[in-house]
């Protein structure tokens, strides 16, 4: 059965701060309330692409505006974190929302922002196997004891744990069928942004592995694709407030690269609006045509779950809800029936 959810950049918007925080966490509240399954996201440091550097705090918030919502990170970017103290985190808001964490992690996309916080890239994957590995641990054992490269522990007592056990529900993300393997092996859920043709490539690819693997007794894991979304009354309408939107995000998007005169290698989202509708990245349009693409998209790919980007770029918060009204009414509720 197919599940909605929603990510977000949490990108800047045309409202200052303040006013940018309170009116995500209304959506997020919206989201709530129409059913979606999880709020997933990203992790993103001194550009406008993220303004929610610190996952866990705007979390805590939402652990507290939400009822039934899931939500977590997509990802935490392991490689600038102390891994004890995240692991703390993570327990806290586990505990904190009832049990509704989704974890997602990952090395961190772009060596630039690791490149801020001392992080050289070479080093990143190490640190990220190394901070897994003993978060992985400390959900297991009472004491974490581990003698690493980059890090070191011995004989630390384990106070908290999540309510959800032995450990929340996990996330990557992926662009390439290169780790997929130990996805499938480990049954973590994960998410592709990539065209049509290069999600059905990973889910299928994937599909295989977990066949593959010892999980016969395990529900299927999720595999999601994210897609930018307007659903607006007419055609004409979301077109142009697409349109509009797509260009500030995609501006956030490529803000330090462009700063530092480099090109991400696993970014691909086509600079021209009509690009990215066109290559399937973006579903614009009236309910109806919203709800053909879905279809088409999803019986093309095969995923079992879709994350929906209501809000980026310049979107208004009126924008972004009547888009999640009317998607909730015309599109998600057609796939319950």
Known sequence: MLKFGVFDHMDRGRSNLRAHFEDRLSLIEEYDRRGFHAYHVAEH???PLGCAPSPSVFLGAIAQRTKTLRFGPLVYALSLYHPLRLFEEICMLDQM???RIELGIGRGISPIELGFYGVAASDAQGIY???SEIIFQAFRSQRLNFDGFHFRFKDVPIELKPI???HPP???GVSRPEGLEWAAHRHVNVVCNGRVEQVAEIRNLYKRHCLESSAENRSAPMIGMSRHIVVAPSRDEAWSIGARAYTSWHKSLMHLWRANGALPSTLSF???FADAVGAGYCIVGSP???RA???DQVGRTGVNYLLCRFAFGDLSFSESLRSVQLFDDHIMKSFSQ
Do not use: F, I, K
Request: aromatic share 4%; proline share 8%; charged share 20%.
């Open 164 to 166: 959800q056990l032995p």
């Open 288 to 290: 109806d045509e919203v």
């Open 45 to 47: 440091h001194s550009t």
């Open 170 to 172: 996990l996330w990557v």
């Open 293 to 295: 693409n879905v279809q």
């Open 97 to 99: 929302s009832g049990g």
């Open 270 to 272: 086509p600079e021209e």
């Open 129 to 131: 196997l190394e901070a």
